[in-house]
């Protein structure tokens, strides 16, 4: 593996460098931490790249201010009224204690997801009925995605499934040739999920994020950038992203 990876202080701020084997420097900030990253040429030196940073100081404060001050999902008590999220859209949760039916989520009118639950269902219990529903609704999206996008890059994993990740939306064990998707997704649009999809199938073919990886993902989906710049930039699941 070609690429090196230390932290350096730059006027404060710590900043992740990693070396590859790439032709231009890329200078990046991340959420939800604001966290700074550099990927340099392999032959650009260490006082090159401070200067790279210290040229971009003020633009990444505003980037950092941006992501401190972005709106953050709240902790959910999962009562009637809270906002939730599936597919991108936002829909109200109707709890509905019920004590003979099944627990249950039936989405009405696009606008509100009602939780048919017993009626001595705590916090948790509410939570574990709308993950699980979550979970098949993502299931059903992502079987033909998976599909369509394996086809399109000419790639096969032995396996893809859905699991929650506290920082990722998608992993690829480039070995193993599985694919992880995260939970998460099924609150965001379905074109992020196709995004992730096509993202972590990229990986089959390019392990690390380099010149091969960018050309193959702007040849298939050339809006990439900003369906990953979406998906960085909606609200973030408390639960999930806590720093
Ligand atoms: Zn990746």
């Not at 590859?20 to 991340?30: E, M, R």
């Not at 064990?173 to 939970?183: D, K, T």
């Amino acid at each position: 593996m070609n690429t090196d990876q230390h932290t350096i202080t730059i006027s404060g701020l710590q900043v992740e460098i990693v070396r590859k084997n790439i032709k231009n420097l890329h200078l990046g900030v991340y959420p939800p931490g604001g966290r700074v990253r550099v990927a340099a040429p392999l032959r650009v030196s260490n006082d090159a790249v401070r200067l790279a940073v210290i040229g971009k100081l003020g633009w990444i404060k505003r980037q950092q201010l941006k992501f401190e001050r972005q709106p953050r999902e709240s902790s959910r008590e999962m009562v009637s009224g809270e906002s939730h999220y599936f597919l991108g859209h936002r829909y109200r949760l109707r709890v509905i204690p019920d004590a003979c039916k099944k627990q249950c989520v039936i989405v009405r009118n696009k606008a509100t997801i009602e939780l048919h639950v017993r009626p001595d269902a705590d916090v948790e219990e509410r939570q574990r009925v709308l993950a699980n529903w979550y979970r098949v609704q993502l299931r059903e999206f992502l079987g033909p995605l998976m599909e369509k996008w394996q086809n399109r890059l000419g790639v096969q994993a032995t396996a893809y499934g859905i699991k929650r990740m506290k920082t990722k939306w998608g992993t690829c064990n480039h070995e193993a040739r599985r694919v992880w998707i995260n939970l998460e997704l099924a609150k965001k649009s379905s074109e992020c999920l196709e995004y992730v999809v096509a993202h972590e199938l990229v990986h089959l073919i390019v392990r690390h994020h380099d010149d091969a990886f960018v050309a193959i993902m702007d040849k298939h989906m050339p809006r990439w950038r900003s369906i990953r710049d979406d998906l960085n930039g909606s609200p973030l699941a408390h639960e999930i992203w806590r720093e």
